[in-house]
């Protein structure tokens, strides 16, 4: 057998890179992004919340080499509650509350999140958080939201302020990883016995420097 040939067969069997950042808050040009195959914002691209924002960023990424990118708001978007973020990104894809499958991977992709002074895609704590949960489906390997659950990469100082309603349905559901951002303090990895969670939050504050991209491995489905 050629080289060629064993070229081709290493590339299809070596895993999927998953890229994800967050809350870069119109600093992403300053993040040295890793190569991959799937790139994940997990929301507050902005940090005012305009639509000039948002054209700049989707400008950004379409310099990335990732074939497939997906993107959902966080609080600061502000302008995605009024206007369509499916028409002003044309380089990656905007989940609003949805799904997609993307190389056999499931995909979740919602911008809900606790009241936070009436910013973007609040919601009360309680029924109505609760039942936006629900639609996540049972099948999701990736659940990406811009606010965390609660006791998992939540923690503001002393206090846990992630959400509990979402921890109960992703404990239902069992998503392989669940990647979200919003408090910066909070950066890193932790695990349960089902579901690895990441918090990517690229700033920490505006003038410090930046964490780096989470890269994550996904084994290639077997055709």
Not at 13 to 41: A, F, M, R
Not at 94 to 102: F, K, M, Q, R
Not at 202 to 221: C, F, G
Request: net charge negative; hydrophobic share 40%; charged share 20%.
């Amino acid at each position: 057998m050629g080289v060629v040939f064993w070229r081709n067969y290493i590339k299809m069997n070596l895993p999927l890179k998953i890229v994800i950042i967050s809350d870069t808050h119109g600093l992403h040009d300053l993040l040295t992004i890793p190569d991959g195959d799937i790139l994940i914002h997990c929301g507050d691209m902005t940090e005012y919340g305009l639509i000039e924002e948002i054209e700049e960023f989707d400008e950004w990424l379409g310099t990335l080499p990732h074939q497939h990118k997906i993107v959902i708001a966080g609080n600061h978007e502000l302008c995605l509650e009024k206007e369509s973020g499916w028409a002003l990104f044309h380089h990656a894809i905007y989940l609003e509350h949805e799904a997609v499958t993307i190389e056999g991977i499931n995909f979740f992709g919602s911008p809900w999140q606790p009241y936070f002074h009436g910013m973007a895609f609040n919601l009360k704590r309680g029924e109505a958080l609760a039942k936006k949960w629900q639609d996540i489906p049972d099948n999701t390997d990736i659940l990406i939201t811009h606010s965390p659950p609660y006791k998992y990469l939540d923690k503001v100082r002393s206090q846990w302020v992630g959400c509990a309603d979402l921890l109960q349905r992703v404990q239902q559901v069992k998503p392989a990883y669940h990647v979200f951002g919003h408090i910066h303090e909070s950066y890193g990895q932790e695990s349960n016995r089902d579901t690895t969670f990441i918090n990517a939050c690229s700033v920490v504050e505006l003038d410090a420097p930046l964490n780096k991209p989470v890269v994550i491995d996904w084994p290639k489905q077997r055709e």
